[in-house]
């Protein structure tokens, strides 16, 4: 059994010969390619491909996460965006000062944009090179309430919501950024992509209410489910912190995975989860893959295996992304783990 069957098996709440493994790791491809810029490595298509493929036949993992963090959607919406030579980019000045001007933005073409063309680059190259034997997830990068978290200001943008005055407005930038953010993903499945995946964690518990991710997340997710399920496409939902008061919102959107981090409940996460969606993580990539031993990796995993694996519907992996610092032993140690306790039969 390759890694496309055992992750389709998984997807599909069937049981395959063993828990696939997935890993969150552009920052590591950068570092096990010697780059001496990540502000280089990160906005070169071929490159980024070339780091993926080196991890891949380095380690073996069955899931690829494509991607070069947070950021380069937020760019072709108009974000000012820093490339730090030794991490990954960062979103600096909003795309936009105040809420009217929102009619303004115009949707980003991927082809035609310069970092997300490059993006496109590596996921094609990627399933070129081992897209039969391995489970390719294009990154559609931000969903909706993060995108617009981004283009707005983080800051700026909880005090409109706080304020709640300009309604129409931010719900108009959500709307903006859901159909942003599904051209992108759209354009990732075109280039060969098995899955794409959004990153919303701003709108997680650990930053707004559930009652504030009910109205101005959730809703946009759920559409964007639905927009790409209306073409067969399947996306992976990643949000990072305590997800555990949103677990049921999250799984309702119907997304075929739900990424979850260590601060998830994942007693009340599997039962939630069970039949309807495929959890990912829940390792934590800081303090245990990053900082732990392989024994302590295996632990944690060993951990999550027994109470997320029964039953299928398990993908493991990091809660987001590993830092480039992440030693191979312990990525390793978490592979290994799932090849000796993850099991089915
Ligand atoms: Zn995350």
């Not at 759920?222 to 790409?228: G, I």
């Amino acid at each position: 059994m390759n890694s496309i069957e055992r992750t389709l098996l998984t997807l599909e709440h069937r049981q395959p010969d063993r828990v696939p493994v997935d890993l969150h790791n552009f920052l590591v491809t950068a570092r096990m390619m010697g780059a001496n810029s990540y502000a280089d490595f990160f906005r070169d298509g071929a490159a980024m491909a070339e780091g993926q493929i080196k991890a891949w036949q380095r380690f073996g993992h069955d899931v690829l996460l494509v991607e070069n963090g947070t950021a380069a959607l937020a760019e072709a919406c108009g974000v000012q965006v820093e490339y730090l030579s030794d991490s990954a980019p960062v979103a600096k000045v909003p795309a936009i000062e105040s809420l009217d001007e929102v009619d303004q933005l115009k949707i980003p073409d991927p082809y035609m944009d310069p970092r997300l063309s490059e993006l496109l680059k590596a996921t094609r190259i990627v399933v070129e090179e081992i897209g039969d034997k391995a489970f390719i997830i294009g990154r559609a990068d931000q969903g909706p309430f993060s995108l617009a978290s981004e283009i707005r200001g983080l800051s700026n943008f909880l005090m409109d919501l706080a304020m709640g005055k300009q309604l129409e407005q931010i719900h108009k930038l959500l709307d903006y950024c859901r159909q942003a953010v599904y051209r992108y993903a759209m354009a990732q499945i075109e280039q060969g992509a098995h899955c794409t995946s959004i990153g919303d964690s701003p709108s997680g518990p650990d930053l707004i209410s559930p009652k504030y991710y009910r109205k101005f997340a959730y809703p946009y997710v759920k559409q964007l489910v639905a927009d790409l399920k209306a073409s067969n496409v399947m996306l992976s939902y990643h949000i990072c912190g305590n997800a555990t008061p949103i677990i049921e919102d999250m799984i309702s959107t119907k997304a075929t995975i739900i990424e979850i981090d260590q601060k998830a409940d994942m007693q009340i996460c599997k039962e939630a989860a069970r039949g309807k969606t495929t959890l990912l993580g829940p390792i934590d990539p800081s303090e245990i893959m990053a900082k732990g031993t392989p024994e302590m990796v295996t632990e944690k995993c060993r951990e999550a295996l027994e109470i997320l694996a029964p039953g299928g519907g398990f993908i493991l992996g990091p809660g987001c992304a590993l830092p480039a610092t992440t030693p191979d032993e312990n990525i390793d140690a978490m592979i290994e783990t799932a090849k000796k306790y993850g099991r089915y039969h």
